[in-house]
């Protein structure tokens, strides 16, 4: 089969490999219909992990159950799947409580809780940009879809960036009324935005420097705010009469960087403390790590971002962290969708082939203009023929 294949930093290329298969008795093998580049695909596509060579990527993905190994029951052959990005049991002491995000079975890694497609130091597992991906657990981790081809770009959100997004609200405790600042404008920070919204948020200001992502969330009703005009906190405390916002999400990650492009890992962080009232919540979705040898700080290189914890314990505020743990929300989340309470598709920017990937990859890496948000249809020829 055809895959996107991850060859060295800046280097990625669709070539044949080996066809996914049912290799255990719990697996289903899934038709890709729909994969998404994603802003953690960049971490690896820099250099910025460990992520071996020859790795498919894909951690986005939805299709068709091509078929099923002899220990799926519930999921039959033919229907139409999302697939959350976390690859869980279902029975394990984390799984159990909700946190399939921190699976403690499905990653071999020594000291690692919680697996992913494509991904590095999540496991084994190949990602699904690709034309077909093999699912583990399949009966835990595949949430049904309708039949048909209706909503499919509102629902290849549902793998990771919308209940990614819900869930920097969730960890922000976020309440209906609430005046929401969101860290980043990229597609996790738009999805917070849209959740942030649909929770009843009283105003949600959305800061970044990429206009166009800014004008995306001005689009769905947010306030955007741009950090290039002025401090960022300055203007989030003018808008709620020097108080703050009452919670916050940080869709940014630790390469965040100030307007020259200089990377400050601590930066956001500092801005979300100050930024948020005193008692205020902090949902940190954006991606830390523990080994980063090309950080811009010493401490940093060593996972030790430091941040002003002692405002942060002055204020009296919360802060919550980590990977979503998708099958949470992703029901839910599916049936928004279903009753047009949400249309998380608004960020959209490109539905291309496969075989357009790689040119694909460098645009959105460089965050090029007009470059919000990639699909990709394996089925689908190449649009450019790259
Ligand atoms: P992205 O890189 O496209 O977006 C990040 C945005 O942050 C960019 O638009 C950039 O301009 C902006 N930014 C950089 N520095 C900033 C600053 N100082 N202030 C404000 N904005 C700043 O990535 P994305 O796909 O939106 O993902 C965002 C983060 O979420 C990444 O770290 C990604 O790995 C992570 N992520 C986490 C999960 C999870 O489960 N926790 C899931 C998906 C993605
Ligand atoms: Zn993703
Ligand atoms: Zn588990």
């Not at 990229?186 to 009283?202: D, F, K, N, Q, T």
């Not at 959305?206 to 300055?234: C, H, K, M, N, Y």
Request: hydrophobic letters at 35%; one cysteine or more; glycine letters at 12%.
């Amino acid at each position: 089969m055809k895959a996107l294949v991850y060859n060295g930093p800046f280097d990625v290329s669709v070539q044949e490999v080996p066809d996914a298969r049912v290799e255990q008795p719990n697996d289903a093998l899934v038709r890709i219909t729909t994969t998404n580049i994603c802003g953690s695909d960049l971490h690896m596509y820099e250099g910025r992990t460990a992520v071996e060579q020859g790795k498919v990527l894909g951690h986005e993905n939805m299709g068709i159950v091509e078929e099923v190994g002899p220990g799926v029951t519930r999921i039959k052959v033919g229907d139409r799947v999302s697939v959350p990005f976390n690859i869980a049991c279902g029975t394990c002491r984390n799984c159990r409580e909700g946190w399939t995000s921190f699976c403690t079975r499905t990653n071999p890694t020594e000291g690692m809780d919680g697996a992913a497609y494509g991904y590095a130091n999540m496991g084994p597992y190949d990602g699904g940009q690709a034309e077909y991906l093999r699912v583990p657990f399949a009966d835990t981790n595949l949430l049904r879809l309708p039949p048909g081809t209706e909503h499919e770009r509102d629902f290849t959100m549902l793998s990771d960036i919308f209940p990614t997004g819900w869930h920097g609200t969730e960890l922000a405790r976020q309440r209906p009324g609430d005046r929401v600042v969101v860290f980043g404008a990229g597609p996790v920070g738009l999805m917070a935005a849209h959740s942030a919204l649909i929770r009843g948020a009283a105003q949600v200001f959305v800061v970044d420097q990429q206009a166009d992502r800014l004008a995306l969330a001005a689009s769905i009703g947010a306030t955007p705010i741009d950090f290039t005009d002025a401090d960022p906190v300055e203007q989030v405390l003018d808008a709620t009469d020097g108080r703050g916002a009452d919670c916050g999400v940080e869709a940014v990650g630790y390469q965040a960087h100030d307007h020259t492009g200089q990377e400050h890992p601590e930066l956001v962080l500092d801005n979300l403390i100050k930024a948020v009232r005193t008692t205020g919540g902090i949902g940190v979705v954006g991606v830390y790590v523990p080994e980063d040898p090309d950080a811009a700080t010493e401490g940093a290189k060593e996972g030790r971002i430091g941040f002003d914890y002692g405002t942060f314990f002055t204020k009296g505020q919360h802060m919550g962290t980590g990977q979503a743990p998708v099958l949470r929300y992703n029901r839910q989340l599916r049936d928004l969708i279903i009753t047009g309470r949400a249309n998380p598709s608004f960020l959209v920017s490109h539905e291309l082939g496969l075989d357009d990937a790689p040119d694909a990859y460098r645009h959105f890496d460089k965050r090029d203009e007009g470059w919000t948000k990639v699909l990709l249809h394996p089925g689908q020829k190449a649009a450019t023929g790259s």
